[in-house]
């Protein structure tokens, strides 16, 4: 099966930096690649996401990147903000099933 | 896009009970998806339900602890039976409309 990876598992950036969360996966046959964002007491929310066709895609302070040669993708938060943080999951898709990673805790501080 | 409403959003109950978390989605999906997620972690797919069929449940997974009704296409239950304290956790159901949009999550604390 598919095996996502998530780094690092906590971090803490001064408001106004960029945040980088790095995931690898296993499958080359995954081949859609969504990234969530949990706020406490909520379910995970879409933030971005990405097709294995694209190398990149960006909305406003979020993007992410994806090296299907390497495995590996990456979300990008630009100008943070306090209201950024939260727990941001990865997620790779093969079949008919999504496949997490383990979870990234981003800290904003003022 | 699909709105999900999942309910009770939280409970607490005594171990060797069992709950029943339902599942509401706006509109008509084939598969929904349950999923536990323990403290501090990922998300861990408990089973798939299709309607008018079984669950398939993952390896770890029993229909005996985990029972799961998929009446219609919109509507999912999820119960968790003959509870311990191990069963602490966050419960999420899900449609995959590529990408996957979740319920709110039930938070379940048994003591």
């Known amino acids: 099966g598919e095996n996502v990876e998530q780094h690092p598992s906590t971090l803490s950036v001064q408001e106004g930096d960029s945040a980088v969360i790095k995931c690898t996966y296993s499958?080359?046959?995954?081949?859609?690649f969504p990234w969530y964002k949990q706020e406490l007491g909520k379910g995970p929310q879409l933030i971005i996401d990405i097709r294995s066709n694209v190398g990149e895609k960006k909305d406003q302070r979020i993007a992410v990147t994806l090296n299907k040669t390497a495995k590996h993708f990456s979300l990008h938060i630009t100008e943070t903000q306090p209201e950024d943080s939260a727990v941001y999951f990865c997620?790779?898709?093969?079949?008919?099933?999504?496949?997490f990673g383990t979870g990234t805790s981003l800290t904003v501080i003022p | 896009s699909a709105v999900i409403s999942q309910k009770p959003s939280r409970d607490i109950c005594q171990r060797g009970t069992s709950l029943t978390i339902q599942c509401q989605v706006d509109s008509q999906v084939t598969m929904m998806f349950w999923y536990r997620q323990q403290p501090g972690q990922s998300l861990t797919l408990i089973a798939t339900a299709n309607q008018g069929s079984e669950a398939t449940y993952e390896s770890g997974f029993v229909i005996d602890k985990f029972p799961i009704s998929r009446p219609n296409l919109t509507f999912s239950t999820l119960t968790v039976s003959n509870m311990s304290p191990e069963d602490s956790s966050i419960y999420l159901c899900s449609v995959e409309l590529s990408p996957a949009f979740f319920g709110q999550g039930t938070r379940l604390t048994v003591v």
């Open positions: 499958d080359s046959a995954s081949n859609y």
């Open positions: 997620a790779a898709h093969r079949g008919n099933q999504f496949y």
